[in-house]
C-alpha cells in the first residue's frame, strides 16, 4: 500500500493551522467577516456535533464514533487506499480529515468551524479544512469505486452456453 504519504500530514496541518489562525483572528474580535457579500464569509463557530450541528454536545460519542470510521479505514486500507494514486488520495483526504476534527474534539471537546457560505435566504452550516477534505475523500472515493469497480464488483461476462 503506498499511501501518499504528504496527502495526510499536509492537509491536517492545513486544517489545524487554519483553525489556530481563524481562532485568533476571529474570536479576537471580529467574530465575523464578509469575503463576498451575501455569499462567502468566515464566521467562527464551535461544534460540539457532527454535520449540520446534529447530536450536539456528544462530542465522546462522536470522537469514538471517528476512531472506529479510522479504524475501519485502516482495516481495509486496500479498498479504501486503492492502487492508483487517486485512491490513494482521497483515503489520504478522509484519514486526514478525521484526524483533524478529533485533534479538536480531544483538544477543547468541540470542532472549530470558520467557513460559511450563504445561498439567498439559506445559510449553510459552518465548517472546515477536516470536513471538506472527509467529503471530497468520501465523494472521490465512491466516484472511483463507481467509475473502476473491484474485479469481485465487476460482472461476470455471459456463458454463450446459457
Excluded at 474580535?29 to 457579500?37: A, E, F, K, S, Y
Excluded at 456528544?58 to 482495516?75: D, H, K, N, P, Q
Excluded at 476534527?101 to 472546515?128: K, S, W
Aim: hydrophobic content about 50%; proline content about 7%.
Amino acid at each position: 500500500m503506498k499511501i501518499p504519504l504528504i496527502t495526510i500530514p499536509t492537509v491536517y496541518v492545513l486544517d489545524q493551522a487554519s483553525k489556530v489562525f481563524m481562532t485568533h483572528w476571529l474570536e479576537g474580535g471580529l467574530r465575523h467577516v464578509t469575503v463576498i457579500p451575501g455569499f462567502f464569509h468566515f464566521g467562527y463557530a464551535l461544534n460540539s456535533g457532527a454535520a449540520f450541528g446534529i447530536l450536539q454536545g456528544r462530542s465522546v460519542l462522536l470522537g469514538l464514533i471517528a476512531f472506529l470510521a479510522l479504524a475501519t479505514i485502516l482495516w481495509f486500507r486496500k479498498e479504501f487506499f486503492g492502487t492508483t494514486p487517486l485512491q490513494q488520495f482521497a483515503g489520504g483526504l478522509m484519514v486526514a480529515g478525521i484526524l483533524g476534527n478529533v485533534t479538536d474534539r480531544l483538544r477543547q471537546g468541540a470542532v472549530i468551524d470558520f467557513l460559511e457560505f450563504h445561498f439567498g435566504p439559506y445559510h449553510y452550516p459552518n465548517f472546515n479544512v477536516a470536513d471538506s477534505a472527509i467529503c471530497v475523500g468520501v465523494g472521490l472515493f465512491l466516484l472511483l469505486s463507481f467509475l473502476n469497480p473491484t474485479p469481485s464488483q465487476k460482472p461476470k461476462p455471459s456463458n454463450p452456453s446459457d
